[in-house]
Nanobody
Framework: QVQLVESGGRLVQAGGSLRLSCAAS????????VAWFRQAPGKERDLVAA????????YYVDSVRGRFTIGRDNAENTAWLQMDNLKPEDTAVYYC?????????????????WGQGTQVTVSS
C-alpha cells in the first residue's frame, strides 16, 4: 500500500475556494489512480473526483463538476483537489485514496490506500 496524508482543509465562507493536497509515500504512486471522497456527518462516504495514473482521464460527480478540479504531480508524489465556489453542502471530511484503477464509475472498493481525512467546513 501507499501512505497518504491530506492537508488543506479549514473553515471557509460560501463562494470561497480551497485547495486540498494529498502527499504520498511508499508504493509507486505514479502507477496508481487517485480519488477524493468525502463524508458528511451521518452520511456515507461518497466519491468526489478521480484521476487516472497518467492524469489524462478524470471523473467528477455531478455535484462538483465545473467547481472542483482534480490534479496530480507524479514527480512530486502529490495530488490535489482545487475547490472553487464552495457551498455549505460541500462541508465534510475529505479523504484521499489510491488504487489500481476503476471501471465505469469509481467506487470505494477500487481503492485500497486511504488517508486520515481533512475537515472542510463551508459557512453560509
Amino acid at each position: 500500500q501507499v501512505q497518504l496524508v491530506e492537508s488543506g482543509g479549514r473553515l471557509v465562507q460560501a463562494g470561497g475556494s480551497l485547495r486540498l493536497s494529498c502527499a504520498a509515500s511508499g508504493r509507486d504512486f505514479s502507477s496508481l489512480t487517485v480519488a477524493w471522497f468525502r463524508q458528511a456527518p451521518g452520511k456515507e462516504r461518497d466519491l468526489v473526483a478521480a484521476i487516472a495514473w497518467n492524469g489524462y482521464t478524470v471523473y467528477y460527480v455531478d455535484s462538483v463538476r465545473g467547481r472542483f478540479t482534480i490534479g496530480r504531480d507524479n514527480a512530486e508524489n502529490t495530488a490535489w483537489l482545487q475547490m472553487d465556489n464552495l457551498k455549505p453542502e460541500d462541508t465534510a471530511v475529505y479523504y484521499c485514496a489510491a488504487g489500481a484503477g476503476w471501471g465505469g464509475r469509481p467506487a470505494m472498493n477500487d481503492f485500497d490506500s486511504w488517508g486520515q481525512g481533512t475537515q472542510v467546513t463551508v459557512s453560509s
